[in-house]
């Protein structure tokens, strides 16, 4: 009889643990498939809501002249369509495999004017869509293509980038116009060993120096030169190559943005 008993109490038990569980398992169910919650979303303490994002304009035009050139520009502006007063403008050149396309591509143009900088990327004569020219056989002749870039487009002080080829340009004009410009980064360019070390180290313009960590070519060769330059700082970008912006764009980013924020 006590067996009896005792198997009729388990079976009891078993009967309510089961009528229990039937009756939790859609609360349980229901909890474990709640998404979680998005703190930005909720607007909860310690959330720090996204900036608006400005409306950015990439257009292309073409300054006459001899040669004309070409160039794409990106406009930063606010929520209502006005752009921010007083900020940089970043003139971007290029190598020699590359035009100012590369800079559309990479992101570059549309994080500069996200950041609210006027970015302006050249096609350097017979390069892209600006034809090949006579006109720019010496440095002083490049010098001067640049200036009258700049002076037609009213860029007063603007902070040139100048990787590899395009070091042909801005060095001459470095040289001769440093006033022009308010910074300057080269990128492993070309020619620096035509400029002595005096001329370097009367040039006041704030640089910054990269290159990449397996350029052992150019990138080493004008760091040498380019460490002369008075107020220069240097980025490394580790396992990158000659065009190291193409394999650490996220980093050369980062670091152009650094610099140019230390020169407002």
């Known amino acids: 009889?006590?067996?009896?008993?005792?198997?009729?109490?388990?079976?009891?038990?078993?009967?309510?643990?089961?009528?229990?569980?039937?009756?939790?398992?859609?609360?349980?169910?229901?909890?474990?498939m709640?998404?979680?919650?998005?703190?930005?979303?909720?607007?909860?303490?310690?959330?720090?809501?996204?900036?608006?994002?400005?409306?950015?304009?990439?257009r292309s035009e073409r300054l006459p002249g001899d040669p004309p050139l070409h160039f794409r520009v990106a406009l930063p502006a606010d929520a209502?369509?006005?752009?921010?007063?007083?900020?940089?403008q970043v003139v971007l050149l290029h190598g020699q495999s590359f035009t100012s396309k590369n800079w559309l591509d990479l992101g570059t143009l549309t994080l500069l004017a996200t950041n609210g900088?006027?970015?302006?990327?050249?096609?350097?004569?017979?390069?892209?869509?600006?034809?090949d020219s006579d006109a720019i056989k010496t440095d002083q002749n490049r010098a001067d293509l640049l200036l009258r870039f700049l002076d037609s487009l009213g860029l007063k002080a603007p902070v040139v980038v100048s990787p590899s080829m395009s070091g042909r340009y801005s060095l001459p004009f470095l040289m001769l116009h440093s006033s022009r410009i308010k910074g300057f980064v080269p990128i492993a360019p070309v020619d620096t060993k035509s400029h002595t070390a005096e001329q370097y180290q009367s040039i006041q313009t704030p640089t910054l120096i990269v290159y990449g960590e397996q350029d052992n070519g150019l990138g080493a060769q004008s760091l040498k030169?380019?460490?002369?330059?008075?107020?220069?700082?240097?980025?490394?970008?580790?396992?990158?190559?000659h065009a190291c912006y193409l394999d650490r764009p996220k980093e050369f980013h980062q670091a152009l943005l650094d610099f140019l924020s230390k020169l407002e």
């Open 117 to 131: 900088y006027q970015a302006v990327a050249l096609d350097l004569p017979g390069f892209g869509s600006s034809p």
């Open 34 to 58: 709640e998404p979680s919650l998005d703190v930005q979303k909720m607007g909860l303490p310690g959330a720090t809501p996204a900036p608006a994002a400005p409306n950015i304009t990439v």
């Open 225 to 241: 030169s380019l460490r002369q330059l008075p107020h220069h700082s240097v980025v490394q970008l580790a396992g990158a190559r």
């Open 80 to 88: 209502g369509g006005t752009r921010p007063q007083g900020r940089l």
């Open 1 to 32: 009889m006590n067996f009896l008993r005792n198997r009729l109490a388990v079976l009891g038990l078993v009967l309510l643990a089961t009528l229990l569980l039937y009756l939790l398992l859609p609360a349980i169910r229901q909890g474990s």
